[in-house]
Each structure stands twice: as structure tokens, then as C-alpha cells.
């Protein structure tokens, strides 16, 4: 690559952090999890199980039970008559103790859970402690005060509750994203059939745990692992009212399909290629921190991550530079080092789609530039990687990668910056970094994006609304628009 000119001072890099990993004995994991059905952990009819492994360490954590038609007919049984004979009835604002409840119980065993996602998903402990659990907390504490006010979230408005809510949910924020799907649907008087990520199950399952001592009554919330086929089962099962669904955009045209002609409302939130937008007034340094969170946060496996940079020329080298330095400043390694910045990639499937994209961009013709950290030799890591010299059309810039990959372009004016943006067939995010207040109403206003960050990024809070445009799904959820989805 060019060296580019730079008016950064040398860094030096070889800092060395004496290990911090977080111990794991305060973690209790079984070595078999059943399914979660009608209140209690039962044996899958499908007899069969698949492992769930550390993708940091390569090593099988538990056995996790696999559901069939059969066991999703069960527990869509368990939460139909919940809803009939139970949870429809019951006084909202005793439905609202028990969201309460499981609230404080993840916060009584938030230390527990961080450690635990952090295993089974390879996220770093710093995030799951400081960001995943608390947010999961959050969300049931702010559905819960909810639950006996819908009318007034919706004045003048007959609301009702849907019935059975089918939840399927992936591996990035895999009990963050139960805690979305659960809580408003609880509020508003549903019930549920979830079913966690197949590389990500223990928290879901540790979660299904804390609802059974709740003593939530049985069938209100049912959890039952699997794969893709346990997924379409629940999507195509005839007594479910609601599909809310997290993750690809493949898998969620599929669902779309399935539910074209039934009655089944539902909720998709799907991939993005979020705009990250730097102005030459902006704070450089702040904007470059900004940056490096939106897209290495989570190891990149974020649906809204900052995966497509956009540097105004005059400030190009100059920022380029500051990643560069910056980039070798994280630390990539143990996910349950408290110093750990870039966590394990989740899967070896998602590596090798990651591996896949760093070929296709150096095949275009991109200049890729990776930092110089030492990596584990066992488990999925892949070192933070950025891209400059791409176009828009190339398929590093237009396709989702899911991993530590930046793609790096320049503009001159804001309507050329406004126009390449747009120019995706996501539109779930996207970051503006500027001094300027009326830039930033004119990029927000102009941008299709879900969520515009404006000199910040990854911000995310249960009273704001999120969700996307276009291929980058439908349906809010958050805030208050989370409620309306379970309501009619
Ligand atoms: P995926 O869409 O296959 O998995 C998400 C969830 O859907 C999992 O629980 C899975 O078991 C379930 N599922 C799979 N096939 C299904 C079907 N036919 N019917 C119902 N449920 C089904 O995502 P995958 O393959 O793990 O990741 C592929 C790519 O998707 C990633 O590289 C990333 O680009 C994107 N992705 C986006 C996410 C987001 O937050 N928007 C989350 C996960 C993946
Ligand atoms: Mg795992």
C-alpha cells in the first residue's frame, strides 16, 4: 500500500498486558440441556442432540437437545393454552411482576451470564458484561412498566394481544436478542415459542432457567434449540400468530414466503452495510474511536455495525492513518480477558464466509490491510482488517460481511455522500460525524437508514425504537413501536 502521509506521531505498540481472563467458576453449565416446554425441561421426542462449542478454544461446552415438529407442535400446545386458560387474563399489572422479576433475576446473575455468552458465542467478557446482560435487564425492566399502561401508550385505541408469538433469534447477541423478543411480547399479553441461534443456545436455555424459579406460569414462555429446520417449523406451524425474526436476509425471505396468504403478522430484522461518515470538521480522533467501535464491536457480527467508511478527501490521509495506528492497538484473543478488545469469530462457518470476502476483495482489486497482532492458534479469530481502494460496486462494499472488515472510501460533497450511502440494499443504520447541526439534519433526513447515529455509533437503548428499510427487514422494535407489534 502507498504510505500514506501522516502527521501522527510514532505509537509505539509493544505494550504488554499481563493476562486478566475472568474465571469461569462462577458459571454453571449442565453437559445436556433439554427443551424448555409448559414450564419444564423435557427430553426432545426427536432424540437427537447437537453440541455447542467454544468457538475461542474449539472445545464442546454442552449437548444441547434438538426439537422436531413434534416437540415445536408441543410447546406451541403449551403456549396456546397458556395464553387461553392463563396469561390473556391474568390483570396486567400482575403480569408486569413477573416481567419485573425476571428483570432483577439477570441482573442477580449477570456475572453468570456474561461469562457464559462470552463461551458459547465468543464475544469479549468487557462487551457481554458491560453491554449485552445489562441491556437484556433493561429490556424486560422497561417492558415491564409498560404492561399495565398500553392504554395510554395507545390513547383512544382498542389493542389486543396477538396470541402464540414465534421467535426465532441469532447468534451476535444471543441473549440480548431473547430479552427484545420476550419482553414487549410479554407485556402486551402474548405468549411465546423462542428458539436461540444453534451455535449460541446457553443463555436462552440459562434464561429458560430463571423464567421456571420466576415462577412465570408454565407455558407462558417456551425455549426449544435447534437449527434452521426447527426454525421453519415454527414459522410454518398453523397456531402461531406471530413471527418475529432476527437475522439473515436470505432466511428471512424464506419466512416471508411462508407467511404470504396466512394471517401470521410478523417482524423481520435482517442484515445491513451501515454508512459510517466522517466531515473534515468533525472531532477526527473521537470520529476514528467511533469508527473502530462500529465495527469491530462484537467482532463486526453486528447487523447495524459502521461496515462501509466514508472519509471526506481532505481529511483522507490523515484519518486513514489514525485507524491504522489505532487498529494495532486492539487486542485480539482470549474472548474472557477483561483486556480483550476483538473477541473468537462465533462459528467456523462464519469465519470461512469472512475468509471468503477478504479473498473477493483482494481478487477486486482492494488494498487490504490487517494489523500486526499475534492471533491464538486454536479457535476462529481473524485479525481487524481494513479496505481501501474499492468502488461501490464491489461485493465487499455491497454485501454484508459479518466479521472485522472496513472498506474505506472518499467523497467531496454531501449530496455525493448522500447518494452513496444509499446506494445499498440494506438500510438499517448509518453514523454521521460532523460539527455541524445542519449537516447532520440534512444526512438524516436524506439517508434510508433505520437509525442514524450522529457523532456516535452503536448506541442502543430499550426506549428507542430500532429497525430497518429494504432488504434490512421490517418491523420496529424498542421503545414504544416495540409494543405495537404484538398488539392488534
Ligand atoms: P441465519 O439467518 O441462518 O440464522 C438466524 C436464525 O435463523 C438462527 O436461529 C437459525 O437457526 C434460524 N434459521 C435458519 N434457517 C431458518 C429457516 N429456514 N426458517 C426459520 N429459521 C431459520 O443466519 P446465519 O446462517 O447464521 O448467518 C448468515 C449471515 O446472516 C451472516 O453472515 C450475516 O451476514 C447474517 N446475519 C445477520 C444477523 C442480524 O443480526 N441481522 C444475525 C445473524 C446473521
Ligand atoms: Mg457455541
Same mark, same amino acid.
Not at 65 to 73: I, L, P, W
Not at 290 to 299: A, D
Not at 380 to 402: C, D, G, H, W
Not at 451 to 469: C, M
Given at each position: ?11 509505539? !505498540?509493544?505494550?504488554? &498486558? ?8 462462577? /458459571?454453571?453449565?449442565?453437559?445436556? &440441556?433439554? #427443551?424448555?416446554i409448559n414450564g419444564k ?27 422436531? $415438529?413434534?416437540? %415445536?407442535n408441543k410447546a406451541v400446545k403449551a403456549a396456546r393454552t397458556a395464553y387461553n386458560n392463563v396469561w390473556s387474563k391474568m ?24 461469562? *457464559? ?46 396470541g402464540v ?25 402474548n405468549t411465546v415459542v ?14 429458560? @432457567? ?6 412465570l406460569p408454565p407455558g407462558v414462555v417456551n *425455549?426449544?434449540?435447534?437449527?434452521? /429446520? ?7 406451524h398453523?397456531d402461531i400468530n ?45 470520529? %476514528? ?7 469491530? !464491536?462484537?467482532?463486526?457480527?453486528? =447487523? =447495524? ?24 492497538? #486492539? ?12 473477541? /473468537?469469530?462465533?462459528?467456523? $462457518? ?11 476483495? @483482494?481478487?477486486?482489486?482492494? %488494498?487490504?490491510?490487517?494489523?500486526? =497482532? ?5 479457535? &476462529? ?8 481502494? %474499492?468502488?461501490?460496486?464491489?461485493? *465487499?462494499? $455491497? ?11 472518499? !467523497? ?56 430497518? &428499510?429494504?432488504?434490512?427487514? !421490517? ?14
Amino acid at each position: 500500500m502507498a504510505k500514506e502521509k501522516s502527521n501522527t506521531a510514532k505509537l509505539d !505498540f509493544k505494550l504488554e &498486558y499481563a493476562a486478566a481472563p475472568e474465571s469461569k467458576s462462577s /458459571a454453571k453449565i449442565n453437559s445436556k &440441556y433439554d #427443551l424448555f416446554i409448559n414450564g419444564k425441561f423435557e427430553k426432545p421426542e426427536s432424540k437427537k442432540y447437537f453440541d455447542t462449542i467454544n468457538p475461542a478454544t474449539e472445545e464442546k461446552i454442552a449437548t444441547i437437545a434438538e426439537a422436531n $415438529q413434534t416437540d %415445536v407442535n408441543k410447546a406451541v400446545k403449551a403456549a396456546r393454552t397458556a395464553y387461553n386458560n392463563v396469561w390473556s387474563k391474568m390483570p396486567a399489572k400482575e403480569r408486569a411482576k413477573y416481567i419485573y422479576r425476571i428483570a432483577r433475576m439477570i441482573q442477580e446473575r449477570a456475572r453468570e451470564l456474561a461469562i *457464559i455468552e462470552t463461551m458459547d458465542g465468543g464475544k469479549p467478557i468487557r462487551e457481554s458484561r458491560d453491554i449485552d446482560i445489562p441491556l437484556a435487564a433493561n429490556h424486560f425492566f422497561y417492558y415491564a412498566g409498560w404492561a399495565d399502561k398500553l392504554q395510554y401508550a395507545f390513547p383512544n385505541k382498542k389493542i389486543a394481544p396477538l396470541g402464540v408469538a414465534g421467535q426465532i433469534i441469532p447468534w451476535n447477541f444471543p441473549l440480548l436478542m431473547a430479552a427484545w423478543k420476550i419482553a414487549p411480547a410479554l407485556a402486551t399479553g402474548n405468549t411465546v415459542v423462542l428458539k436461540p441461534a444453534e451455535t449460541t443456545p446457553l443463555t436462552a436455555l440459562k434464561l429458560a @432457567e430463571i423464567i421456571q424459579e420466576s415462577d412465570l406460569p408454565p407455558g407462558v414462555v417456551n *425455549i426449544i434449540t435447534g437449527a434452521g /429446520a426447527t426454525g421453519a417449523a415454527i414459522v410454518n406451524h398453523p397456531d402461531i400468530n406471530k413471527i418475529a425474526f432476527t437475522g439473515s436476509t436470505d432466511v428471512g425471505k424464506i419466512i416471508q414466503r411462508a407467511i404470504a396468504g396466512t394471517n401470521k403478522k410478523a417482524t423481520l430484522e435482517l442484515g445491513g452495510k451501515a454508512a459510517n461518515i466522517i466531515f473534515d470538521d468533525a472531532p477526527l480522533d473521537q470520529a %476514528v474511536e467511533g469508527v473502530i467501535n462500529g465495527i469491530f !464491536f462484537n467482532q463486526g457480527h453486528v =447487523c =447495524c455495525a459502521g461496515s462501509r467508511l466514508f472519509v471526506q478527501e481532505s481529511v483522507y490521509n490523515k484519518v486513514l492513518q489514525k485507524l491504522r495506528d489505532r487498529i494495532e492497538t #486492539l487486542i485480539v484473543g482470549d474472548p474472557l480477558d477483561k483486556n480483550t478488545d476483538i473477541g /473468537a469469530i462465533n462459528s467456523k $462457518q462464519q469465519m470461512d464466509t469472512i475468509l471468503k470476502y477478504l479473498k473477493i476483495g @483482494e481478487k477486486e482489486g482492494a %488494498v487490504m490491510h490487517q494489523s500486526q =497482532c499475534s492471533i491464538p492458534k486454536k479457535g &476462529y479469530f481473524i485479525r481487524p482488517t481494513l479496505f481501501t481502494n %474499492v468502488a461501490q460496486s464491489s461485493r *465487499i462494499v $455491497q454485501e454484508e460481511i459479518f466479521g472485522p472488515v472496513l472498506t474505506i472510501q472518499t !467523497f467531496r460533497t454531501d449530496d455525493e455522500v448522500i447518494e452513496k450511502a444509499n446506494n445499498t440494499p440494506y438500510g438499517l443504520s448509518a453514523g454521521v460525524w460532523t460539527d455541524k447541526g445542519s449537516k447532520i439534519f440534512n444526512l438524516t433526513t436524506k439517508m434510508r437508514a433505520g437509525v442514524v447515529w450522529a457523532n456516535t455509533f452503536n448506541k442502543f437503548d430499550p426506549t428507542s425504537p430500532f429497525g430497518g &428499510y429494504k432488504e434490512s427487514g !421490517f418491523g420496529r422494535e424498542g421503545g414504544l413501536h416495540g409494543l405495537g407489534a404484538y398488539l392488534k
